[in-house]
């Protein structure tokens, strides 16, 4: 952004401050005024945002959302391209050991932020191809430590998946009817507390004894999980973090079959 | 060589960091469902009734020989008593704190001490301290981070522990926090030194780099858990402190709040965090889940490597898992008298 001419680069500075601010009406002003210049303010805005989501600036995310929102950027390319972009930018140094929790759960308000003010204009056409696949996410039964799972949970919807968030202290049975219900394409399952683990292989015995175990993957994790008890208790994976998890999946819905062909 | 210690006196000497007849063994929690059933204790009153307290805790000494007894069983009962929800477990899941509060000043805590889980806890010290005058009585207790984790939400607190690095309002309202806790701390923690406890065994679950900035850490951890550990050596008693998760980065800090030992779990590498504490004794950092399913090579060799990497009191990670079995935990406290015979 540093080799965009001066005029712009202090254009983009004052709608920083306008978003800091929350000043809406300088927003529009300003954004016209960028618009004006001829420059590329789409690219602009979804780098802006990325950084921003990355920073964890919640309201200047929201600002330079409102801007995305003035000059037509489609709003799933501007969640996509510019707000879940910032997330994975920062979920990826997480998981080199370069940012912390407290990043990461800033950055996530941040997603939020702009998606609330998106959410309006991303009304889908049902008939649409493509839908997300669909994750069913909770900490089992007896635990309550959630901050984990609702980092996964976002980390997932910022790689495009529909999360049917079930929340802490969630018993077997409702992992069971919740992906039956929303015909879902994986479970994940987090727990902190070495005396709850037993309630994963409890889930996936349900699944077995449903009949339903290969219609979803199943990812289980949290602190005490190993890749060995995973392997152990018949999940299909335990990546070691939130950025990880969402990487995985993604990659292997791919080759795994649609979700017509699993629940007809 | 050194003369035959009770188990009090080998604790205390450790702290004072003096020489011992054999390393010490203590713990953090000990809600262990095998003791809870053994000694006649029922689900959920042992929390509330210091006597079925003192009979299960106490087992830990008498029957699987720790050096320490230590009481209450869990990290509630300072959330408990100023009117927050908890969830009270189950005989073999610790309860939980469920709720939390919007802002400092409707934190209550004028009837602290007349609250019947904290009662318990000073009945439990007095109880166990008349009756077992050998063992070091030790209180389980929240430390300044985690409590106002508690009273604001933990994800609140690791939200808030970037904000405040970041605006000074937000540093305010952090201090704001962390002032109304130790204002507790300081009530109870008089109250067990009254009762009659040896050590003070603090807990600071969440100031760990797994929830929090390391930078925070330093900037507001470290002072608060320094203010309280000195308000407890001014009582006249000695103090722990314990941090989850990979605390390498932190454990300079920790050793520099003027505690009499530090605590560290199994995802430390024990000789690197001795170096950095130096004088200050580490206590550490067998695998609890060892206790529950380990063999007896797996237990041996986990104390060994933690004595060998310089804990000076063998300890597990973050506290007594619920199913440990009796047999390991005397597996455990063998383990580390053969080493102290050898090395010693
Ligand atoms: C914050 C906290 C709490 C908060 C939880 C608030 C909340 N809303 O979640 C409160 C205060 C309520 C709490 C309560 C208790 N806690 Co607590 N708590 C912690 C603490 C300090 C941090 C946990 C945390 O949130 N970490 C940050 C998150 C982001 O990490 P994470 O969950 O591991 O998630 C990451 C990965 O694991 C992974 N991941 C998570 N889920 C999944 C799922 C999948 C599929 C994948 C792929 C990846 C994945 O991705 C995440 C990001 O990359 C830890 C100690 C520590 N420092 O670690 C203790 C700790 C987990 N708690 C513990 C205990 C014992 C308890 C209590 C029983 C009593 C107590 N000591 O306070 C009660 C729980 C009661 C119950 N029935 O649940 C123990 C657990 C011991 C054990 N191994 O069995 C710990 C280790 C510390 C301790 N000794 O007290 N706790
Ligand atoms: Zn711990």
Known sequence: MDDLPEEVQGIIEELDEAAEDEDEDAIEELTQKLLDTGADVETITLKKLALLVMDGEEEMTQGWTRVAIQIGLDPFKTLIEGLA???????????????????????????????????????????????????????????????????????????????????????????????????????????????????????????????????????????????????????????????????????????????????? | MVAEMTSKERVLAMLDKKPVDRVPVITGSTMVKEYIEKSGSVWPDYHSNAEMMVNTVSLMHTDAGLDNIVMPFGMFIESIALGLEVKMGRIDIQPSVRSFFNKPEEVKY??????????????????????????????????PVTLAGDLMGAENLSVLSIKCLQKEKQMQKMHEWIDVALEINKIYAEACVEAGADVLYYSDASASPNLVMPEFYYEVGVPAEKELGDFVHNLGCPWELHICGDTTPIIEGMASTGANGLSVEQAVKMSEVTKIAGEVPVAGNITPLLMVEGTEEQITGAVRDALDGGAKASMLGCGTPPLSTSDRLKTWVKAVADWSAEKL
């Open chain 2, 110 to 143: 004028d009837n602290f001490l007349e609250d019947k889980f904290v009662k318990t806890t000073i009945d439990a010290i007095k109880l166990s301290k008349e009756k077992f005058p050998d063992a070091a009585i030790t209180a389980f207790l929240v430390a």
């Open chain 1, 85 to 264: 972009t910032g997330m994975s930018l920062i979920g990826k140094k997480y998981e080199n050991g370069e940012a912390f929790v407290p990043q990461l759960l800033i950055a996530s308000n941040a997603m939020y932020g702009g998606m609330d003010l998106l959410a309006p204009l991303m009304k889908r056409d049902e008939n649409s191809g493509s839908k997300p696949a669909t994750v069913v996410i909770g900490t089992v039964e007896g635990d309550v430590h959630d901050i984990g799972k609702s980092l996964v949970k976002t980390l997932l919807s910022a790689n495009g998946f529909n999360c049917v968030d079930l929340g802490n202290d969630v018993p077997a049975s409702r992992f069971i009817e919740a992906a039956k219900e929303s015909k879902a394409t994986a479970i994940s399952m987090s727990t902190l507390m070495t005396t709850t683990m037993a309630e994963m292989p409890r889930v996936l015995k349900m699944l077995s004894d449903e009949g339903i175990r290969d219609k979803v993957m199943v990812m289980v994790g949290g602190a005490p999980i190993t890749t060995e008890y995973a392997s152990q208790i018949g999940a299909d994976v335990s990546p070691h973090d939130a950025a990880s998890a969402a990487n995985w999946l993604k990659a292997a819905v791919f080759d795994f079959p649609p979700e017509s062909v699993r629940w007809g």
